[in-house]
């Protein structure tokens, strides 16, 4: 079907696509590409079937969209799931589950040959992987598309971000999540979920802001970090909720949180940062959090700054099994709004 023929209010099409869209990722301004890894997750996993789970709950969303009006039309495109990432997950997630296991019973990997041999099989694929999504977002990133990353668990941008620093120059990221994912190679894994942004401030030094928002399960390391490094600013959601409790507006903390970012915005947004009733099976939920029109007028915020949303991706989404879509309702309606962002900011 033409895109001229497509009228979004007929009865969504299971067509493979996001949203049941029309177009290729040729004839789109916005590429969705969908990385279906979940390896390190330390409590509950799921993460590498989220694209698809995505996917199946997109097709029903209505598409108008008061916040970016008709932007799709600018077409988002859906690239094909490469499926031998998800193989590969589940394999090393198997690995991964070993060590975790050993570790938690009080073993130490150090004087484990074969736990050791376990953890260097893994650190090995997530390089591959990272080298992976270097390749694919920089090969439409060539092609003057913007991309989407649709993950998969925290780990899966780092090679998404190193492409748009060495294309940009400068970007700030704008981190939603309950986590600050500052640590350094948790439990063995140098690129843990938990690492993420740990990750991002070593590997690419175009990144010269890293704005955390929503967090509120983190330790002193991730602390002392972020003070010493002042490329790190923080905004725990305890102490959000505590001004506006005494009189601050979401309004004025939003223009604060945007005003620590650059002209080009990186997008990492974590659905944990939300509220756990919006990700119940999230691998590690966390109590508080941001409503799901908070973190959108946060991202509005953004663009009606005048800033220019460079990229985004959308990770940690974690459909259950069997028949609550929950988790992947809620992934779609968001990254819905973030198409919508992007295309609106560029
Ligand atoms: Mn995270």
């Known amino acids: 079907m033409s895109v001229k023929e497509y009228n979004p209010s007929d009865v969504g099409a299971a067509n493979g696509n996001y949203f049941g869209m029309p177009f290729t990722p040729e004839e789109s301004a916005l590429v969705l590409v969908s990385i279906p890894w979940g390896v390190t997750a330390s409590y509950g996993g799921g993460q590498e079937d989220a694209p698809d789970a995505i996917i199946g709950a997109s097709v029903q969303l209505d598409f108008y969209d008061p916040v970016s009006p008709d932007e799709w039309r600018k077409g988002i495109g859906t690239v094909p ?24 019973r009080g073993g130490d990997v150090d004087k484990n040959a074969r736990m050791g041999a376990r953890i260097g099989r893994i650190n090995k694929g997530c390089e591959e992987l990272n080298a992976k999504v270097y390749e694919q977002t920089s090969e439409w990133l060539n092609r003057g598309k913007l991309v989407g990353l649709v993950g998969g668990d925290h780990s899966v941008p780092l090679g998404y971000i190193k492409a748009l620093g060495e294309r940009h120059g400068s970007l700030g990221v704008l ?157 779609a309606r968001m990254l819905w709004k973030m198409c919508g962002l992007i295309l609106k900011s560029n």
Request: net charge negative; proline share 3%.
């Open 81 to 104: 799931i490469d499926y031998s990432v998800q193989d590969r997950s589940k394999m090393l997630r198997s690995e991964a589950r070993r060590v975790i296991n050993f570790l938690e």
């Open 175 to 331: 981190h939603i999540d309950a986590h600050c994912d500052l640590r350094n190679a948790y439990e063995g894994f140098t690129y843990s979920h938990a690492s993420i942004m740990y990750n991002v401030l070593q590997q690419v030094p175009q990144v010269e802001k890293l704005v955390q928002v929503g967090i509120r399960d983190y330790c002193d390391d991730e602390v002392a970090l972020a003070r010493e490094n002042n490329k790190v600013v923080q905004f725990d959601d305890y102490l959000l909720s505590t001004a506006r409790f005494e009189g601050t507006t979401w309004t004025e903390q939003c223009k604060d949180i945007v005003s620590h970012l650059p002209q080009n915005v990186y997008i990492s947004f974590d659905i944990d940062g939300l509220s756990a009733d919006n990700c119940p099976h999230t691998g590690t939920p966390v109590v508080g959090g941001l409503s799901f029109n908070q973190a959108l007028y946060l991202l509005d915020s953004v663009v009606r700054s005048g800033r220019k949303i460079v990229g985004f991706d959308l990770v940690e989404v974690a459909p259950s099994e069997g028949k609550d879509e929950w988790d992947a309702n809620v992934g």
